[in-house]
Every structure is written in C-alpha cells, then in structure tokens.
C-alpha cells in the first residue's frame, strides 16, 4: 500500500491504527537526524495532512511565526486570518478555528504536523504552553484529529512531553522512535534503487553511512561500492565529508561538548565507564558532561550496557554511530579532489583492523537477530559484555558480546569480519579456550560456558573448529 515507505514494519503498525482510532490523537514521533521521520510522516498521512509546518533552526520568535502564518495562509487558501500572530496563543488559536470550522462533524482524519518542535521551542517564546492549550482544550476533543509531534533531539520530546511535569504530561498517546535501517531494511532500499549489492557489499557501506536513508540515498547504480564511497565520502562536494559536524550542531547547543564525547570515544572502540569517559574528555564531571552524554545516548549516537556481574555505576558507553566513527577515523584530512582515495585506504592493514571494530558494532546493532539466528528466541537472555585486566595468577580476557541464558547456559560470542572463509587455527582455538576459561574462573559461573562465532562467511570446519566452536552466525543470519 505504501510503495515508497521501505521497512518500517512496527511503525506502520502504529500509524495504521491511529487512523482506525475513533479519538484524537497526539502522536511523538523522535529519532536522530537524517533517519526518515519526516518521509515517514508525509508518505504516510499525505491524504490527511490539513497543515503542516517546521520549526526553523536558530531563527527568532519572529520569524517562525512568520512561517507558521504562511503555511497557516496554505492551508486556508487564504480564506480566514489575514494578521500575522503576534504569538504561539494567537497562532494555535488560528489553527484551532480552522479545524472547527472545516473538519467538525467530518469522519476523515485531520492531521496536524509539526515538525522540529525544539527549534521552536526558545526561551520565554510560550510555545509549550501555547501547545499544550491548544491540545487539552480543543484538539483532543476532536475525534477526527491527528497531532504529529516530531523532533530530532530525543532527550527534549522525553521531557517536555513524554515526561512533562504540566499539562502535557501523559498526553502523548502513541510514540515512535524511528531508528536507523538494519541490516534487512538497508537491503530492501538497495533493491527499491535497483542497486545489485551482495550482503557483504551491503555490510562494507554499512560500515561506513550505517542504515540512514538519507545518506543512502546518495548511491547510485553502475559504480562499485569502493568508487561510492571514495565519491561521497572523499570528493571536496561527496555528502559525507562535512557533515560530520553539521549533525552535532543542528541537534544540540553547545555541541563542543557532545563532539569532545564522541571524539574521545571514537579512540576507545570497546568503550569507556563513565568515570574514565569524564576524565578522558576533559568535560569535568557536572551538568554540561551529563546533559551531553544522555543527549547522545538517548539520540541513538551511543549505546550503555552493563558488563557481566558488574554493577550500573560500571556501566559502559560506547560510540555505536557508524558515520562518525568512519568519518574520525578516516574521512577527517583525506578529502581532496584526488580520486581513488579510499582504494588506497582499503589497502591498509589500519583499516582491516577497523572492519573488525565496525563488525562488532553490526552485532551490537543486531543483537534480536543474532538471537534468532541462534534459536532462541523462546529463550530470556541477557545480553551483556566482560573484561578482566589480568594479574600475576589469571591472565586478562575480554568478550565484547555474552548471551547469558536462562536455560542454564552462557554463549561467548567471537566477531569475525574477513573477505573470504574464516579458517580457525591452532592458537586461535587455544585463545578461545583460554577465554572461556579465564572467564568461568573469574566470575565462578557454573554455567555452561560455549563459544559462539558471528562470521561473515561459514567458518571452514576443520578439527579446531569442531572442538572449540558451539554455535555459529553468519553475516546472511543478520539480514534474517
């Protein structure tokens, strides 16, 4: 039904039953920029949407009246007001008798969207409050009205409305958090733009852009995936090569602050405790490092777990945004407008190493079907990671992904990204077997503790691989 909309299977769940709702409606839409909120939204409510309008970033009360009163003048074809508002009270108003008066009585839904909600919100403007009348003493008591809220800065639409303390509190009656694609969504694009990519082609541009359509977007038919990402991620006019700050700015004041997080995270791949991420980052630890690193965490651009039989003050903050981990790693000081530039680099032992990084980070992402893959989906698991610095009686060992299961077992997962079949060695086994041992000491587990390798390709079984490996996943196991 919806041809252009790829994916998005949950949300169009969500949307679709607003649309059977016999009430109002005040749907929060949030998710990091560039991920397909707004596509979404219009794909989907085209028919329905009687006014629509965005915040504008950094722009006075002004001029984003002015905006509204346009878009206000669109929607009415001019029909109604003709004096601009002088306030979000007066602009609401406008709206407010305008759907009376053209869609009270009527069974079709009326959806009113507003995007960009924070760039609005500026201090002393009014504008939640004048958002919040508008909704509890007249939209929620149209049946036939859709309120779309969407915003880019997820730690905002949580609280000022999700988690409002005022009149907006509990109001919100559906939520979205648009994530990036997966694995499988970002296949199903490349299909819909008629790119033949295997996975692995597939997984190397994930790698690089993650699963954000709009960057997506960018490729084009007839090319290799090296040739497009040497354009769009190294040409002095490619996409990618200055967005990197772009995205920070427009998201978050004082965006110093959340960079100096990400750059000092980007050096540290298996993550930091947040103790060592204060002292590494020079933040200093008060409101501007925490205001910073749950803004991050909750826009998606980190992820925080918590390690095996640790408690939540050693939690871990990883940096989980594929972009800007390629981008600090190899995009920064190799754009020019020679060509060729990431063949050069793809040659480079420093950017096989980093393929392993990012695999690892494919995993972190696709943990439900890593699950699946392995069957247990029926099974309550806990999905954490461990590390043990080593002293004079148990050497150190580190396992970046652990599925702690309830059936009386624990699965250490190996990532391994390679070009062709993974071949497990001798010492390789023994490294293996050394992990799982100095981890069933460490932490006095009487679980069974097995192995479990996430391989791009079928790992070759040979003696090794039939002593030490349990269980295997393989690349095409998260495209399932």
Same mark, same amino acid.
């Given at each position: ?28 839409v949030y998710g990091r920029r560039r991920v397909g909120k707004t ?268 390690? $095996? *039989?640790?408690?939540?003050? +050693? !939690?871990? @903050?990883?940096?989980?945004?594929? &972009?800007?981990?390629?981008? %600090? ?12 530039? $990431? *063949?050069?680099?793809?040659? +480079? !032992?420093? @950017?096989?190493?980093?393929?392993? &990084?990012?695999?690892?980070? %494919? ?118």
């Open positions: 039904m919806y041809q252009n909309i790829i994916g998005r299977t949950k949300e169009l769940a969500i949307l679709e039953k607003i649309m059977q709702a016999d009430q109002a409606e005040f749907l929060a596509f979404l939204i219009y794909e989907f409510f085209k028919p329905h949407l009687v006014f629509s309008f965005s915040g504008s970033f950094e722009q006075p009360l002004a001029v984003q009246l002015g905006h509204f009163f346009k878009e206000y003048l669109r929607a009415t074809n001019g029909r109604m007001e003709s004096i601009p508002p002088k306030d979000w009270n007066t602009a609401f108003s406008y709206l407010t008798d305008f759907l009376k008066q053209e869609w009270i009585g009527k069974k079709e839904k009326a959806v009113v969207f507003i995007d960009e909600m924070p760039w609005l919100d500026s201090p002393r403007s009014g504008f939640i409050a004048a958002l919040e009348y508008f909704w509890n003493q007249h939209a929620s008591k149209m049946p036939q009205v859709v309120l779309v809220a969407c915003v880019s800065k997820a730690s905002w639409i949580k609280q000022k409305l999700l988690k409002s303390k005022g009149g907006l509190y509990n109001r919100v009656t559906k939520r979205i958090e648009l994530k990036p694609f997966n694995l499988q969504e970002t296949a199903a694009y490349c299909a819909h733009k008629r790119l033949k990519f295997s996975n692995y082609q597939i997984a190397r541009l994930y790698m690089v852009m993650g699963g954000i359509p709009f960057y997506l977007n960018e490729l084009s038919t007839g090319k290799s995936v090296d040739q497009l990402i040497d354009e769009i991620c190294f040409s002095t006019n490619g996409l990618l090569s200055e967005e990197f700050e772009q995205i920070y700015h427009s998201l978050f004041k004082s965006a110093e602050h959340h960079m100096a997080l990400v750059e000092t995270l980007a050096k540290y791949p298996y993550g930091l405790t947040r103790k060592r991420l204060v002292q590494l980052s020079g933040l200093g630890d008060g409101g501007v490092f925490v205001r910073a690193l749950d803004d991050l965490t909750e826009s998606g651009f980190l992820i925080k777990h918590q390690p $095996f *039989q640790k408690k939540a003050k +050693d !939690s871990i @903050y990883r940096l989980i945004d594929m &972009y800007s981990l390629f981008y %600090i790693r190899f995009i920064r000081g190799n754009v020019s407008g020679l060509e060729n530039t $990431f *063949q050069q680099i793809v040659t +480079d !032992s420093s @950017y096989q190493a980093w393929c392993g &990084y990012a695999f690892e980070n %494919i995993c972190m992402l696709h943990i439900p079907q890593i699950i699946k893959a392995m069957g247990l989906s029926g099974t309550f698991t806990q999905v954490s990671s461990w590390y043990h610095k080593g002293n004079d009686e148990i050497p150190g060992a580190q396992i970046d992904l652990l599925i702690d299961r309830k059936d009386g077992m624990i699965n250490c997962c190996e990532a391994k990204f390679t070009s062709n079949e993974f071949v497990i060695t001798k010492d390789y086994a023994a490294t293996l077997r050394r992990k799982r041992s100095v981890f069933q000491q460490v932490t006095g587990t009487k679980k069974n503790v097995v192995t479990t390798l996430i391989s791009t390709w079928p790992a070759l079984r040979n003696s090794y691989y039939q002593d030490e490996v349990y269980s295997e996943v393989t690349l095409d196991d998260l495209f399932g």
